[in-house]
């Protein structure tokens, strides 16, 4: 078929030429792509604001030689008008759909196109406090792809937890035998959180403290940089 269609995230935009856009899209069934949206710029096009990152779309693809054509769209759920208002969250969907494209750039799932819908759903709506949003994506996208970090049992010997280090080369929560030179030492209720991001515990997790949470989110950030061996560049977008 020289044509498919299939429901799609848009996480970022960038001009080409002097109308035209390029339109990087995580979609449900098709893995990662980047389609060509032709005459976007102009004040006639028929695409608009439909094409806004964090907007979920109907797309109609065209397969082309070197790229895609996006010939129809249709709006689906408008999360960037929502997100957009409120910089804390714009800055942290920022986050999720750069780690989201990341990780989708080889090995692409249906799984990682819902985790997505549903954070930035939770976010749009303010469902749960952003931070918590944002890490809890980033810990669970992390782990569909690979890198499921411990917080309770030593990552290195399976001593049963809990255990008062954590270590990002090891994998996570080390014991005091197995403890490598450099390794942090959380708080208990910061592991405590990390654990319930993990495992979506929402009503435990929006209880925890400020402090907690700032933990928590500066253990996520070098978890999630150290893995992908790259850095996230729109962390350096977030509200300190």
Request: glycine fraction near 6%.
């Amino acid at each position: 078929m020289k044509t498919y269609r299939d429901e799609a995230i848009v996480l970022r935009t960038q001009k080409l030429g002097e109308a035209d856009r390029i339109i990087t899209l995580l979609t449900h069934h098709h893995g990662l792509k980047r389609v060509v949206a032709k005459g976007i710029r102009r004040t006639s096009s028929k695409f608009g604001a439909r094409l806004e990152p964090f907007t979920v779309v109907d797309a109609q693809i065209h397969l082309g030689r070197s790229l895609d054509v996006l010939t129809q769209v249709a709006a689906i759920r408008l999360y960037g008008m929502e997100i957009a208002q409120d910089y804390d969250k714009y800055t942290r969907a920022c986050v999720m759909v750069e780690a989201a494209e990341r990780l989708s750039e080889d090995d692409a799932s249906p799984q990682m196109y819902l985790l997505l819908l549903g954070a930035l759903h939770a976010l749009g709506k303010a469902r749960y406090p952003a931070d918590l949003v944002m890490n809890s994506f980033l810990l669970r996208a992390m782990a569909l792809s690979g890198w499921a970090p411990s917080f309770w049992d030593c990552a290195l010997c399976d001593t049963t937890g809990p255990h008062t280090h954590f270590n990002v080369q090891s994998g996570g929560a080390v014991c005091s035998q197995c403890r490598p030179a450099g390794s942090t030492a959380p708080a208990a209720q910061t592991m405590l959180l990390l654990g319930d991001l993990l495992s979506g515990d929402w009503e435990s997790a929006v209880s925890s403290e400020d402090f907690t949470r700032r933990e928590a989110g500066s253990i996520v950030a070098a978890w999630v940089q150290w893995n992908l061996e790259r850095r996230i560049i729109s962390y350096s977008s977030l509200q300190r």
